[in-house]
Structure formats: structure tokens, C-alpha cells
Antibody
Framework: QLQLQESGPGLVKPSETLSLTCTVA??????????WDWIRQSPGKGLEWIGS???????YYNPSLKSRVTISKDTSNNQFSLGLSSVTAADTAVYFC???????????????WGQGTLVTVSS | AIQMTQSPSSLSASVGDRITITCRAS??????LGWYQQKPGKAPKLLIH???SLQTGVPSRFSGSASGTDFTFTIDSLQPEDLATYYC?????????FGQGTKVEIK
């Protein structure tokens, strides 16, 4: 059974960089046919796709965040990470990591999710 | 970005009722649409992908359909455990975008 777990600081100061890691257990992020994504949800609000890192290593970001976002992966530790620079209070949200299946025909987005981690931006 | 307009924003129904939620895409997305259920304090759960494909392990009372840029999600015979917020997601074109959500309450 695949499991994803987000980790990182729960409090980040304005203008600093938010850094989160998603650790994957029960499967390898090195396997072709899977992408690894970040999604966030502001308190009481809807869901926003942040970006994706493909099995090729290519990354894709939401243009609304593109200049501030970096997604990378560490295959030796079976983890992928999110960096979001110059944060403001508007970046306060629950951040989720999730998997996309691309190996079987049409993609299956977000079949597995982490539990989510709340990041608050405040001084 | 493709806009996903989801309606209604909330609904209240009785156990056993059939409910329907719709999402309209601002442009064609083929059938690249999923439906998710989110319970309070939990991560969303994939119910339907490719507009009408039931995810493994999901009860058959959940279903989805498509007609052009209009997508419909149905729960036949609403159950108490279906209390949740439901979201659509278009995965046709980056940036992927979600609908605004529909909060389902049980009368």
C-alpha cells in the first residue's frame, strides 16, 4: 500500500521560503509511469494545484506561483520536495502531496494523497 | 487557465435520495475530469477519473458522465457517510484546475 507523508515547518515568516518534503513509502518515485504533485488548500477554501515533477524529471508549475515555486526529487531517499519563496499570509494553507498515474493510458490524477500539513505564514 | 464552474455550491438531501453535481469547463477537456470527495480534516479521495471511470474500491452508487464540456457526478441513494465536500478536477491542460466544491449535507 502506497503511503505519502508531508513534513516540514508548520510556521514560516513572511518573505522567507517555505520548504516541504513528501516521503513516499511502498513504492519508488524512480519508477516510470508516475508523476508527483503538490496541491494546497487555504483555510476554508478550495483546492489549488501547485505543480508536478514527472518521472522524466521535468517540472510543471502553476503560472500563478511559477516564479516562486520549485519542485525537486531525491530518489535516493524516495522523496520529493516543494519550495515556495517570498511567502506571504496568502500562502497559509494545508499542503498536500499526491501521485498521478500515467502508465496505463489516460492519466489517473491523485489516486494517493498525503494527509496534508498546515503551513502558517506569520511573523 | 481552464475554468471549472461547479454547481451547486451546497445541497441538502435525505438518506436514499439521488443527488447530482455538475461541472462545466470553459473549454474542451475531452473526458479528462475527475471527482473527489473530501471529508473534514482529511485529504481528498479520488472517486471517478476519466469522467466516468469508477476508481477501484469506490461504491457503485457513485457515477459520472460527460456531455461536451458539461460533466455530471451522481450519488444514487445518498448514505450518511457521504457527508462531504465534492470537487471536480480537470487534468487535460496545465495548470490543472479544480471546481469550487459542493458541500453535501444530510437532512
Amino acid at each position: 500500500q502506497l503511503q505519502l507523508q508531508e513534513s516540514g515547518p508548520g510556521l514560516v515568516k513572511p518573505s522567507e521560503t517555505l520548504s516541504l518534503t513528501c516521503t513516499v513509502a511502498g513504492g519508488s518515485i524512480s519508477s516510470s509511469g508516475y508523476n508527483w504533485d503538490w496541491i494546497r488548500q487555504s483555510p476554508g477554501k478550495g483546492l489549488e494545484w501547485i505543480g508536478s515533477i514527472h518521472s522524466s524529471g521535468n517540472t510543471y508549475y502553476n503560472p500563478s506561483l511559477k516564479s516562486r515555486v520549485t519542485i525537486s526529487k531525491d530518489t535516493s531517499n524516495n522523496q520529493f520536495s516543494l519550495g515556495l519563496s517570498s511567502v506571504t499570509a496568502a500562502d497559509t494553507a494545508v499542503y498536500f502531496c499526491a501521485r498521478v498515474v500515467t502508465v496505463y493510458g489516460p492519466w489517473v490524477p491523485f489516486d494517493y494523497w498525503g494527509q496534508g500539513t498546515l503551513v502558517t505564514v506569520s511573523s | 487557465a481552464i475554468q471549472m464552474t461547479q454547481s451547486p455550491s451546497s445541497l441538502s438531501a435525505s438518506v436514499g435520495d439521488r443527488i447530482t453535481i455538475t461541472c462545466r469547463a470553459s473549454q474542451g477537456i475531452r473526458n479528462d475530469l475527475g471527482w473527489y470527495q473530501q471529508k473534514p480534516g482529511k485529504a481528498p479521495k479520488l472517486l471517478i477519473h476519466d469522467a466516468s471511470s469508477l476508481q477501484t474500491g469506490v461504491p457503485s452508487r457513485f457515477s459520472g458522465s460527460a456531455s461536451g464540456t458539461d460533466f455530471t457526478f451522481t450519488i444514487d441513494s445518498l448514505q450518511p457517510e457521504d457527508l462531504a465536500t465534492y470537487y471536480c478536477l480537470q487534468d487535460n491542460t496545465y495548470p490543472w484546475t479544480f471546481g469550487q466544491g459542493t458541500k453535501v449535507e444530510i437532512k
